[in-house]
Structure formats: C-alpha cells, structure tokens
C-alpha cells in the first residue's frame, strides 16, 4: 500500500529567499527591494527614480539569483528536522517554482541542509503537477504546503482531496501577508506544521 504524500514548496518555506534577493539587488545591482503584501509588483525599484521595474525585467534578475547565488540561501528553522520526522509518516517530495535547469542545483543546495527528498520544478500554477505528482504516488492522502495563495487555490481547483497549508517562513513577509483563502490552515512555524501534518495523517481523513 502507498504511503501518504507531502509535497512541499522551497523559497520562504525552506529556505529564505527574498531577504538574500534583496540584498544581492543592493550590491550588484543598485535596486531597492520593497517587498510589500508579498507581491513583486513595484517591489524591484531604480535608486534615481525611475518607476519600479516590471515583470519582463524582474524575471532575468530572478533567474541571475538563482544562476548565481543560491548559497546565500540560508535553512528556515526547524525545516529539515521537522521533514525527517514527517518521512517516518510520509512520502515528501519538493516541489519548486524555479526553470527546470535549476532542478540539479536546487536538490543539491537542499541536500547540504539535510534535506535529501526528490525535487520536481514547475513554472505557473502547481494544480496540474499536483495532480500528476498524485497519479504517480497514489497516495491515500496527501498534503500541500507553500507560501503562495494563488497555488493553494490553482490545488484546491484540480485536487481538491489534498490538504492545503500554507506557510510563510520569512518573518520580515509573514505579518503583511493574510492566510490563504484556499488553504485549510496558516501556520508559519515547523514545529507546530510538522505536529498539524502528523495528526492529519494518523487521522486517515482527506480534506
């Protein structure tokens, strides 16, 4: 029989992104990073007053951080203790919104955190890899954790039986950030996500 499932996100959920993205911007790039309500828009903007960079710009900055300097990227408190212990319950796999030339060095950077799970990259909504990550598992249940309310509801619309949480690890975004509309809990701590998983799947019930 198959194991339950945990597919779990990585930016602000494992490791901490945006503050080293910021700072990175700063040094070689002279830009400002304003991230508010954890929205990129208008978050990226020019020192001598030019109006905020928009998405076609933001992106190669983005992919230049993670071509480049992922080993800024620092582990979020108890994350690799609390999947170790999640794995004694659980199948766990990664699931990253990063281009699939990243995939190799995300598993790698992951793995020198103690985090040694199989990593799946995705571009856009993650309800369609879900739902296929789902078909390859056949899970007697399953669960869902990132940061991002817009992949909580692209989930809840293709795979409704999974569980949704959401979490927001970087303590400089979490506060300006509400919990997600389709997402069946918030919780921004590991120790207290690891507990809300584990009781999920001794439960046996799917959302």
Not at 6 to 30: N, T
Not at 43 to 71: C, K, Y
Not at 200 to 206: A, K, L, V
Request: overall charge negative; hydrophobic content about 40%.
């Amino acid at each position: 029989m198959s194991r339950p499932l945990v597919i779990c996100d990585c930016d602000e959920v494992l490791l901490h992104m945006v503050s080293h993205f910021g700072d990175w911007l700063d040094e070689a790039h002279d830009l400002d990073f304003v991230l508010e309500g954890g929205n990129f828009i208008d978050a990226v903007r020019p020192r001598d007053g030019s109006p905020p960079l928009q998405g076609e710009e933001i992106w190669p900055l983005l992919n230049g951080f993670f071509d480049t300097e992922m080993h800024r990227q620092t582990i979020v408190p108890g994350a690799s203790e609390a999947l170790v212990s999640i794995s004694e319950y659980a199948e766990v796999v990664i699931l990253t919104n990063l281009q699939d030339e990243f995939r190799t060095a995300r598993a790698k950077q992951l793995s020198r955190f103690g985090i040694e799970f199989p990593v799946h990259t995705n571009q856009g909504g993650k309800g369609d890899k879900v739902e296929r990550l789902l078909v390859e598992h056949a899970p007697p249940l399953a669960f869902f954790v990132d940061d991002l309310g817009v992949h909580h509801e692209s989930v809840a619309r293709t795979a409704p039986q999974v569980w949704r949480l959401h979490m927001i690890a970087e303590p400089s975004l979490a506060p300006h950030v509400p919990p997600a509309d389709h997402a069946h809990a918030r919780i921004d701590d590991w120790h207290e996500a690891q507990h809300w998983i584990i009781d999920r799947i001794t439960e046996g019930e799917s959302a």
